[in-house]
């Protein structure tokens, strides 16, 4: 068995290129910051599932507003990348918001406040068994 498949290959050389080019090429307004966090290519090379995030606010109707502007811009981007990969079929391209790194922070969050209720609840702990230590003497 290979390490790397072809398809794995070309996931990894599609998101670097889609990187680029929607940062440099893609000249709509409503577009934000977008990230390509990362790419599958279905195993005919048929299509790829690109997978971005947003930098900043992640409203839903912003989110919805920034996947339409890749699917139209899905074509160019195609040609863009047919001209950079030496592929014979460039796959389809369709995108998908990567809700792990929403989780990701949510679930960060939710640690920390744990954490910190604990450090608070055992301080409390520790401050009332010394008050009572000196009440016995």
Do not use: C, W
Not at 3 to 30: G, H, M, N, S, Y
Not at 76 to 92: D, G, M, N, T, Y
Not at 98 to 114: F, N
């Amino acid at each position: 068995m290979r390490e790397f498949k072809r398809t794995d290959r070309v996931a990894d050389q599609l998101q670097k290129e889609l990187a680029v080019l929607i940062q440099r090429e893609v000249k709509d307004p409503r577009l934000g910051m977008v990230t390509v966090s990362g790419a599958t290519v279905s195993r005919d090379l048929g299509y790829a599932d690109i997978y971005v995030t947003l930098l900043g606010e992640q409203d839903p109707e912003r989110i919805k507003e920034n996947l339409q502007v890749l699917k139209r811009a899905a074509g160019f981007l195609r040609s863009q990348i047919a001209q950079r990969i030496k592929l014979r079929h460039v796959p389809e391209l369709r995108f998908h918001f990567d809700e792990s790194v929403v989780r990701g922070q949510h679930l960060s969050s939710l640690i920390d406040e744990a954490v910190s209720s604990d450090r608070a609840r055992q301080a409390e702990d520790e401050g009332g068994s010394e008050e009572q230590g000196e009440e016995a003497r």
